[in-house]
């Protein structure tokens, strides 16, 4: 009778769902996860039959390392040296698909002066000798501004670079600390409403072949290796997630959806705001623009920031999106 109770116990729990431990993904509580709380709210990561779990950081570059070692299994990335270098390393971390860029009209990254330089600041060559401000070393606005002092045939070395957060960067305008500081948004939309400064040029306005890919999907090679219907299913419903930012971006009929999303999900909540900023580019279709990456590299590497570069193609992996494209069409875009 025993034997015959313990056999029946075992069916039973042989015959229930096997519920697979949560997909964690790294939850920065920014607009550039905008994918990510669309597709759960909307029910896409439902409709996929995976569940994920979001893990905050205070900083993507707490990240690569978790990747790693597969305790998180997705996370928005920065682009920039600290980056690169973990390709240099070859660490088990994978970019899979884009996420923001600077296009024309979507252009969020923007290089601000103080406004009472309007006179004096006009080209890019006058920004020689200028203090100019970047949130950080080696990321994605220290190349900006590379570029941009570039054009005008200057080095960083011609400019006085110091860093400052965006949060503070106020402050130091108003007290003419500053001359000139490098803001993604809302910071560029709410120092120039203040009179603190003006847009002087946005990545987009300089950086166009190529455009400047700001972030990346990351994956952690464990997992998507070890489950690949799993790594899958998420890339479909995050794409989807993305197509409904992209409608938003262009002010579609997601927009108003999108924006209340965004307001509950990450520290930007004044709704008004949405409609007064620059919105990043995301591409519908994911794509990642491999040139920019090589760019990038390759400028890190002449500042002495990455002493390895790597070939590009073996930061990626694409196979996912190809397949969630394959599944979901490809959208046209202008």
Same mark, same amino acid.
């Given at each position: 009778?025993?034997?015959?109770?313990?056999?029946?116990?075992?069916?039973?729990?042989?015959?229930? /769902?096997?519920?697979?431990?949560?997909?964690?993904?790294?939850?920065?509580?920014?607009? &550039?996860?905008? !994918?990510?709380?669309?597709?759960?709210? %909307?029910?896409?990561?439902?409709?996929? %039959?995976?569940?994920?779990?979001?893990?905050?950081?205070?900083?993507?570059?707490?990240?690569?390392?978790? @990747?790693?070692?597969?305790?998180?299994?997705? =996370?928005?990335?920065?682009?920039?040296?600290?980056?690169?270098?973990?390709?240099?390393?070859?660490? !088990?971390?994978?970019?899979?698909?884009?996420?923001?860029?600077? #296009?024309?009209?979507?252009?969020?990254?923007? @290089?601000?002066?103080?406004?009472?330089?309007?006179?004096?600041?006009?080209?890019?060559?006058? *920004?020689?000798?200028?203090?100019?401000?970047?949130?950080?070393?080696?990321?994605?606005?220290?190349? #900006?501004?590379? %570029? =941009? @002092?570039?054009?005008? &045939?200057?080095?960083?070395?011609?400019?006085?670079?110091?860093?400052?957060?965006?949060?503070?960067?106020?402050?130091?305008?108003?007290?003419?600390?500053?001359?000139? &500081?490098?803001?993604?948004?809302?910071?560029?939309?709410?120092?120039?409403?203040?009179?603190?400064?003006?847009?002087?040029?946005?990545?987009?306005?300089?950086?166009?072949?190529?455009?400047?890919?700001?972030?990346?999907?990351?994956?952690?090679?464990?997992?998507?290796?070890?489950? /690949?219907?799993?790594?899958?299913?998420?890339?479909?419903?995050?794409?989807?997630?993305?197509?409904?930012?992209?409608?938003? =971006?262009?002010?579609?009929? #997601?927009?108003?959806?999108?924006?209340?999303?965004?307001?509950?999900?990450?520290?930007?909540?004044?709704?008004?705001?949405?409609?007064?900023?620059?919105?990043?580019?995301?591409?519908?279709?994911?794509?990642?623009?491999?040139?920019? *990456?090589?760019?990038?590299? +390759?400028?890190?590497? +002449?500042? &002495?920031?990455?002493?390895?570069?790597?070939?590009?193609?073996? =930061?990626?992996?694409?196979?996912?999106?190809?397949?969630?494209?394959?599944?979901?069409?490809?959208?046209?875009?202008?």
């Amino acid at each position: 009778m025993m034997a015959k109770g313990v056999c029946a116990a075992l069916a039973l729990l042989i015959a229930l /769902p096997v519920h697979a431990e949560p997909v964690s993904f790294g939850d920065l509580g920014i607009v &550039g996860d905008a !994918p990510f709380y669309i597709a759960q709210e %909307k029910g896409y990561f439902a409709a996929a %039959k995976i569940e994920v779990a979001p893990v905050r950081f205070d900083s993507a570059a707490q990240a690569p390392v978790q @990747l790693a070692t597969n305790q998180l299994q997705v =996370m928005v990335g920065g682009l920039g040296a600290a980056l690169f270098n973990t390709f240099a390393r070859d660490l !088990p971390v994978r970019i899979v698909m884009g996420n923001t860029r600077d #296009m024309p009209g979507f252009s969020s990254d923007t @290089l601000l002066v103080r406004e009472d330089l309007r006179d004096r600041v006009r080209t890019l060559a006058d *920004l020689k000798g200028r203090k100019i401000a970047i949130n950080a070393p080696a990321g994605a606005l220290d190349y #900006m501004i590379g %570029k =941009m @002092l570039a054009a005008a &045939g200057l080095r960083p070395r011609d400019a006085d670079i110091v860093f400052v957060p965006w949060p503070d960067q106020g402050a130091a305008f108003a007290n003419r600390a500053i001359e000139g &500081g490098a803001v993604s948004e809302p910071f560029a939309t709410l120092y120039a409403e203040r009179h603190l400064a003006f847009a002087f040029k946005h990545a987009a306005d300089v950086l166009t072949d190529p455009p400047l890919q700001v972030s990346v999907v990351l994956f952690s090679k464990a997992w998507m290796d070890a489950k /690949p219907e799993e790594a899958r299913a998420f890339a479909m419903a995050y794409l989807r997630g993305a197509r409904d930012y992209c409608d938003a =971006m262009r002010g579609g009929t #997601m927009r108003a959806e999108v924006i209340d999303i965004l307001a509950r999900h990450t520290s930007l909540k004044d709704q008004a705001l949405y409609r007064r900023i620059q919105w990043s580019y995301m591409d519908p279709n994911g794509e990642i623009v491999l040139t920019s *990456l090589a760019d990038q590299q +390759a400028w890190f590497a +002449a500042e &002495g920031a990455v002493a390895t570069p790597v070939d590009v193609d073996r =930061m990626v992996d694409r196979r996912f999106l190809d397949q969630a494209l394959a599944a979901l069409g490809r959208v046209e875009t202008k």
